[in-house]
T-cell receptor, first 116, second 115 residues
Framework: AQKITQTQPGMFVQEKEAVTLDCTYD???????LFWYKQPSSGEMIFLIY??????QNATEGRYSLNFQKARKSANLVISASQLGDSAMYFC?????????????FGSGTRLLVRP | SQTIHQWPATLVQPVGSPLSLECTVE??????LYWYRQAAGRGLQLLFY??????ISSEVPQNLSASRPQDRQFILSSKKLLLSDSGFYLC??????????????FGEGSRLTVL
């Protein structure tokens, strides 16, 4: 069965510094996708970044990059030059087996607080 | 552009009462639709998804049900609420391609408190 683990319930980072949010996953499916979502205090979920299991390069989207280490089954999110608006919950997620590829399995989240 | 709306935003219901949460999508046709639940301090759990009118897949056995009476309408219901139904309910949509890449677009959420 697929599983996503986020071991950091909360983190602090100083404004303008970089921060890494950890995510490990477990799956026996050779084809899968990994994602990160941001949930501000308002509650909506915002898609940030996607990494396919066969992608050769790490995904990047602006200040977000995904540090994909397939052998370690980790998909850490790196946020560069943190801003106050980055304070939010961050969820790592994985697409399930291809026969039910519509499902996203979410981790428990990491609450990030950016200090001025 | 595409938009998604769900309502009500907040509701407080007694145990045993019925529930109806509604979600509509505009600006796209034949979307995949999803209902997720987020318990306090937890991640999201997929409850239902639908790939077309009248096609509902349930992921978790529970006293909730979902219906898709129209292409862009998704309804979450219960005949009798339980205390454990409290949580933050999120409706989402995706294109078929988005379903594969995990790019879901979420509504504003509905916070349900069952007393």
């Amino acid at each position: 069965a697929q599983k996503i683990t986020q071991t950091q319930p909360g983190m602090f980072v100083q404004e303008k510094e970089a921060v890494t949010l950890d995510c490990t996953y477990d799956t026996s499916d050779p084809s899968y996708g990994l994602f990160w979502y941001k949930q501000p205090s308002s509650g909506e979920m915002i898609f940030l970044i996607y990494q396919g299991s066969y992608d050769q390069q790490n995904a990047t989207e602006g200040r977000y990059s995904l540090n994909f280490q397939k052998a370690r089954k980790s998909a850490n999110l790196v946020i560069s030059a943190s801003q106050l608006g980055d304070s939010a919950m961050y969820f790592c997620a994985m697409r399930g087996p291809m026969d039910s590829s519509y499902k996203l399995i979410f981790g428990s989240g990491t609450r990030l607080l950016v200090r001025p | 552009s595409q938009t998604i709306h769900q309502w009500p935003a907040t509701l407080v219901q007694p145990v045993g009462s019925p529930l109806s949460l509604e979600c509509t999508v505009e600006g796209t046709s034949n979307p995949n639709l999803y209902w997720y639940r987020q318990a306090a301090g937890r991640g999201l759990q997929l409850l239902f998804y639908s790939v077309g009118i009248g096609q509902i897949s349930s992921e978790v056995p529970q006293n909730l049900s979902a219906s898709r009476p129209q292409d862009r309408q998704f309804i979450l219901s219960s005949k009798k609420l339980l205390l454990s139904d409290s949580g933050f309910y999120l409706c989402a949509w995706s294109t078929l391609a988005g379903a594969l890449t995990g790019e879901l677009f979420f509504g504003e959420g509905s916070r349900l408190t069952v007393l």
